[in-house]
């Protein structure tokens, strides 16, 4: 698990700590994103059935919310 850097009061970050922060910051944020969007699908909190099924659901979810996102 990468993890990103913390300053303390009397302990700045570094330069490189902060690029290194912001690059983490950019490849976490599309995944963020991704479950941000899939929260919005209200059915997803009431799934009680095969995980298969569940897993297909979910993949449809996805697709309809990435070309609403791409709209």
């Excluded at 950019?26 to 994103?33: C, L, Q, T, W």
């Excluded at 941000?36 to 995980?51: E, M």
């Amino acid at each position: 698990m990468i993890t990103g850097y913390k300053a303390a009061r009397n302990r700045p970050l570094t330069r490189g700590q902060e690029l290194s922060d912001t690059a983490l910051a950019a490849v976490r944020a599309p995944v963020e994103h991704g479950f941000a969007h899939l929260k919005n699908w209200h059915v997803l909190g009431k799934v009680r059935t095969d995980p298969a099924w569940a897993t297909a659901l979910v993949r449809a979810l996805l697709v309809l919310t990435n070309r609403e996102v791409a709209r």
